[in-house]
């Protein structure tokens, strides 16, 4: 996969650009989760934030995942990216796949609230708002730091 090698860094920064969109939808819904809980079954404000989670899911948080995947998949084909006894680049691709995880329980969860059948707490979406800035630290720390 030698021709990666000069498109490399262009490769890298819209790996990062992706990262950034995925990372402000994954952060922004279940902030609208929280919210949701607050207002009544069938109530028009209700019915508001089902249209915002839509379009929150479907325009940024599922294309900005497939970019990020799509782009990172591009980096590790690059010859001399990866170093596969690093394990660093283990710990990365772990906390990603639980990051892919997450996104995947946001889609369930937003499909709970659009059929009106959410019964978690609004502090279950509130410690869930956590995961990705955590995962994230980590992931930022291993990619810049490689402590191991
Ligand atoms: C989805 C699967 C992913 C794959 C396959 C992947 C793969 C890669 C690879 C191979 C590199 C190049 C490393 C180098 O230049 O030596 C890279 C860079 C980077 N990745 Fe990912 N990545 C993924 C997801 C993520 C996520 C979710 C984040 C952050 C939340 C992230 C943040 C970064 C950053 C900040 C860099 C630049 C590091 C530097 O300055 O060299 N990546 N990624």
Redesign the pocket.
Known sequence: MSFLLPL?PWI?AL??IA?IA??AGLLYLPRLFVYHCDVPRGSAESERFKVMERRLLKQIINPA?IA??T???L??L?PG??NWSAGW?HV??A??LL??GFHGALSRWRRDFLEDRNRRPQRFYRIANEVPTL??IV??VM??VRPF
Do not use: A
């Open positions: 490399y890298k790996h990062v990262v995925w990372m995942m990020t995947w782009f990172g998949i980096l590790v690059t990216i990866i680049w990365k691709l906390m990603v990051l892919t995962l994230v992931i930022v990619v810049v």
